[in-house]
């Protein structure tokens, strides 16, 4: 069972919800879609892993999250968190920036590595969410970072009201 969310819902809760931390100025609210799947490394290595289409407000959102070496990912890129060699059954040093995943029959360059010390963010593959699309990603979530936890119990309204939540079994 998954909760989906349309992608344009973010921008309806970002207006429609009081009480979302901002930065900046923005509202701290990130649209994301995740999905799992197959990897092959190099050596015609195969592992699954858990992906994160994300656009730049997620790092807003996650705050845990910070950029260790590399870039953010652009279009055919993606960023590893520095624990997704782990979750791939590969040893720390196979999956270098620069490098090379086929990610469900396209091949992506690794930009960058991140670090979320205590979260399961480390062990995901993040991409860009506007610049790639990645075969079988299901859905769409929404991510909001509050003031306080009013604000999630708005959320909850809030997607009723504008039918954007839809449960899937």
Excluded: C
Aim: net charge negative; proline share 4%; charged share 20%.
């Amino acid at each position: 069972e998954r909760s989906e969310v349309a992608v344009q819902v973010e921008m309806q809760a970002a207006a429609g919800i009081r009480g979302l931390a901002s930065r900046l100025g923005q509202p701290a609210v990130s649209g994301e879609v995740q999905h799992m799947g197959l990897v092959r490394m190099p050596g015609e290595i195969e592992g699954r892993a858990i992906f994160r289409g994300i656009t730049p407000a997620a790092l807003e959102v996650h705050r845990d999250v910070r950029l260790v070496e590399g870039t953010y990912p652009r279009s055919g890129e993606v960023m590893l968190g520095t624990l997704a060699h782990e979750a791939l059954g590969v040893p720390v040093g196979t999956l270098t920036v620069g490098g090379t995943l086929g990610i469900e029959g396209q091949d992506f360059t690794i930009a960058g590595r991140f670090e979320a010390p205590g979260t399961v963010m480390e062990s995901e593959i993040w991409f860009d969410r506007n610049g790639n699309v990645i075969a079988g990603s299901q859905g769409s979530i929404l991510v909001d970072r509050s003031h306080d936890g009013a604000a999630a119990f708005e959320v909850t309204l809030h997607f009723d009201r504008v039918r954007g939540l839809a449960k899937v079994d």
